[in-house]
Each structure stands twice: as structure tokens, then as C-alpha cells.
């Protein structure tokens, strides 16, 4: 059975909100520490919530400072060189849409353009039609 899609928009229900809260952030932390046990690198998380006066960090404080100690001592440019923020994930995601929007565009004007010529050379009488759309048959209806 599959998950549906879930709408990314804040939970409005408090009893509801709290629960997702607390399964997603046990799921986050599962996956923090497959990461580090697989993939043998350094990870940490920090999450600050309305109700807590203190965060909750992984895997330890001291351990998650040594890593953040770390992350800062490396020059700005490389810090920042797989960073993304949802500001500016959302452009490229546009962009990306946009291109794949404009390519199927191409391609279906290719395609009228072929049938459009089809249709022409065979004076209106059905065609077998053999190409990159595939195999079937067109008519001048």
C-alpha cells in the first residue's frame, strides 16, 4: 500500500501537531544515525520548539558543539557550497519546470508538424504511422 502525498502547510490541531512533532523528529534522528553509522560521517541535529525552554540535541551536546566547531572553522565559501534555503531551492525548481515544460512543448509541435504531413501526403486516406510516437494508425478524420 502506498503514502499518500502529504500538503506541506502547518498542522492546525495542537494534540495532532504535537504527535506528527514528535514520530518526525523520532524519524529524523533514526535517520541522523543511520547516516553517521553508514556513511561513517560526522552528524548532528538541533531542534528548538515553542515548548521547550532548551533544544533537543543529538547525539550529545558536546559531540554536536565538536561537529559545529568543525562546520565553522572551514572558510566561508565552502560552507555555503551545498547550503540551500528554500528561497533559493524555489527558483531552481522553477527553472527546471520551466525547461521540462518547454521541451514537451518542442516535442509536440514536432509531433502535429509530422502528422500535419502525413495527412497532406496521403490526400486524407488513413496511414500507417511508423516514428517516435510510436506504432497506429492516422486519419484526416
Given at each position: 500500500?502506498g503514502?499518500?502525498?502529504?500538503?506541506?502547510?502547518?498542522?492546525?490541531?495542537?494534540?495532532?501537531?504535537k504527535?506528527?512533532?514528535?514520530?518526525?523528529?523520532?524519524?529524523l534522528?533514526?535517520?541522523?544515525?543511520?547516516?553517521?553509522t553508514?556513511?561513517?560521517?560526522?552528524?548532528?541535529?538541533?531542534?528548538?520548539t515553542?515548548?521547550?525552554?532548551?533544544?533537543?540535541?543529538?547525539?550529545?551536546p558536546?559531540?554536536a558543539?565538536?561537529?559545529?566547531?568543525?562546520?565553522?572553522?572551514?572558510?566561508?565559501?565552502?560552507?555555503?557550497?551545498?547550503?540551500?534555503?528554500?528561497?533559493?531551492?524555489?527558483?531552481?525548481?522553477v527553472?527546471?519546470?520551466?525547461?521540462?515544460?518547454?521541451?514537451?512543448?518542442?516535442?509536440?509541435?514536432?509531433?502535429?508538424?509530422?502528422?500535419?504531413?502525413?495527412?497532406?501526403?496521403?490526400?486524407?486516406?488513413?496511414?500507417?504511422?511508423?516514428?517516435?510516437?510510436?506504432?497506429?494508425?492516422?486519419s484526416?478524420g
Amino acid at each position: 500500500m502506498g503514502r499518500r502525498k502529504v500538503r506541506l502547510e502547518l498542522i492546525t490541531n495542537d494534540s495532532v501537531r504535537k504527535t506528527t512533532f514528535r514520530k518526525r523528529k523520532g524519524g529524523l534522528l533514526k535517520k541522523a544515525s543511520e547516516l553517521k553509522t553508514l556513511c561513517g560521517v560526522d552528524t548532528c541535529a538541533i531542534i528548538y520548539t515553542a515548548n521547550d525552554a532548551e533544544p533537543h540535541v543529538w547525539p550529545s551536546p558536546s559531540e554536536a558543539h565538536q561537529v559545529l566547531e568543525r562546520f565553522q572553522s572551514l572558510p566561508s565559501k565552502k560552507q555555503g557550497k551545498h547550503m540551500l534555503n528554500h528561497q533559493d531551492y524555489r527558483p531552481k525548481d522553477v527553472s527546471m519546470l520551466e525547461l521540462k515544460l518547454e521541451n514537451g512543448m518542442k516535442r509536440n509541435r514536432d509531433l502535429e508538424m509530422e502528422l500535419l504531413l502525413i495527412e497532406h501526403l496521403s490526400d486524407g486516406q488513413p496511414q500507417r504511422v511508423y516514428g517516435r510516437g510510436g506504432r497506429g494508425w492516422c486519419s484526416s478524420g
